[in-house]
């Protein structure tokens, strides 16, 4: 069946909180932070919103539900979206959904998190029940371990090498260097990388996420309230989301993109070759060389090759995660499912400063989430393109 179009959204008033790699402060903290930087962009007061949604993994046991009275505010519309690396597209989706419906005006979507010296370490105690049975007799448990094996059958099966994750874990740092909130500010050579201490083989240390602390935030609205408020926004030309994708196989070589990319691209009315940049879930490189097979710029098998013969840098051929993604800018826990989506709407706003790619009328941002013991259970993407710069 034919899906409604999302015509006569706006999304605007991206913000990124500063990360730092260590806060003694909470997820509240971070998430205030955040919705104040993009009530402020878009000038704003908490009283003018009435959608509130929310992503976060140590704001527990609070919800969306308490923010809204630590916050002070007072929505008729309220989403928790604990989707981790999916939640930015998925949010997005469900704003604009509650914005044609009539059900809010105004939505803030909001992903944030704390990062204590202990904090990583409890959420992974705590993180998933199924990764703990399937994983924790064995003698390991954590994300390293898992992805290890998904980057070592992905070599296996396609010839990849580990100078082909190397490429885009290079080009991201290239790009932090010209972002101002990155974590990561020092430049990374392929034979840094190639050199790196090994963590759990084939993955090496510069292929895993450094957790950190941090918030991101954007406003939904109609289009209409946005040319009223003179805002620059960008349109949501379609978006999907698939969850427990492709349950049988074996190990996840691929995901839920594939089962509704084609209805992406239909909605959105654009093909790969319409697409200026490409924002990629990116906890390891792996995840994101996956991504760019199952979003259709290349076939299932061949990013190896696709890397190699384009530069993923700002300025290069492909532009790709072009604020350093999480692998250089850092992972603020379920921020880390925005911080793609934030950086995607600064680019087709023309706001991007440091970072801005040359005519980036339209770009693609796509999420990848809640990892079990085998495979991420959720996926999402989006399509975005310039509304107006005013």
């Known amino acids: 069946m034919s899906r409604q179009s999302y015509e006569g959204v706006a999304i605007v008033a991206p913000y990124s909180h500063p990360y730092v790699r260590y806060s003694v402060d909470t997820a509240h903290w971070w998430i205030a932070k955040a919705l104040r930087g993009s009530l402020d962009a878009a000038g704003l007061k908490p009283a003018d919103l009435d959608g509130f949604c929310v992503s976060s993994f140590t704001l527990f046991p609070d919800t969306a539900v308490g923010l809204t009275q630590h916050l002070g505010l007072t929505p008729r519309w309220l989403d928790h979206i604990p989707m981790g690396g999916a939640s930015g597209v998925v949010a997005l989706r469900r704003a604009a959904r509650a914005v044609q419906a009539g059900d809010a005006d105004i939505v803030a979507c909001v992903a944030g998190d704390t990062n204590h010296i202990d904090s990583f370490r409890n959420m992974l105690s705590s993180f998933s029940r199924f990764a703990m049975d399937a994983s924790y007799p064995y003698g390991f448990g954590g994300p390293n371990a898992n992805f290890a094996l998904l980057t070592d059958r992905y070599m296996r099966e396609y010839g990849a090498t580990r100078a082909d994750f190397g490429r885009i874990c290079v080009a991201q740092r290239s790009n932090a260097m010209r972002y101002p909130n990155a974590v990561m500010k020092k430049p990374l050579s392929l034979d840094d990388y190639l050199n790196a201490r090994p963590i759990a083989d084939p993955i090496a240390l510069f292929d895993c996420v450094m957790p950190c602390a941090g918030s991101e935030c954007f406003l939904v609205m109609s289009e209409e309230e946005a040319i009223r408020r003179a805002l620059p926004y960008a349109c949501l030309d379609g978006a999907i989301e698939r969850h427990n994708a492709h349950a049988d196989d074996p190990i996840q070589l691929?995901?839920?993109?594939?089962?509704?990319?084609?209805?992406?691209?239909a909605m959105a009315g654009r093909a790969p070759a319409d697409i200026d940049l490409l924002q990629t879930y990116d906890d390891y490189p792996v995840i994101s060389m996956m991504q760019i097979e199952d979003l259709g710029f290349c076939g299932k098998g061949e990013g190896p090759a696709f890397v190699r013969r384009h530069d993923l840098?700002?300025?290069?051929?492909?532009?790709?995660?072009?604020s350093g993604g999480q692998l250089s800018a850092g992972q603020a826990g379920a921020a880390g499912g925005y911080i793609g989506l934030v950086e995607a709407l600064r680019q087709v706003?023309?706001?991007?400063?440091?970072?801005?790619?040359?005519?980036?009328g339209c770009a693609m941002v796509s999420g990848f989430g809640m990892i079990n013991f085998d495979r991420g259970v959720c996926s999402a993407a989006a399509i975005i393109s310039e509304g107006a710069r005013i």
């Not at 995901?255 to 990319?261: E, R, S």
């Open 254 to 265: 691929r995901g839920g993109w594939t089962m509704d990319i084609d209805e992406l691209y």
């Open 313 to 322: 840098t700002i300025d290069g051929t492909f532009p790709h995660n072009t």
């Open 349 to 360: 706003t023309g706001t991007a400063g440091n970072t801005q790619v040359p005519a980036a």
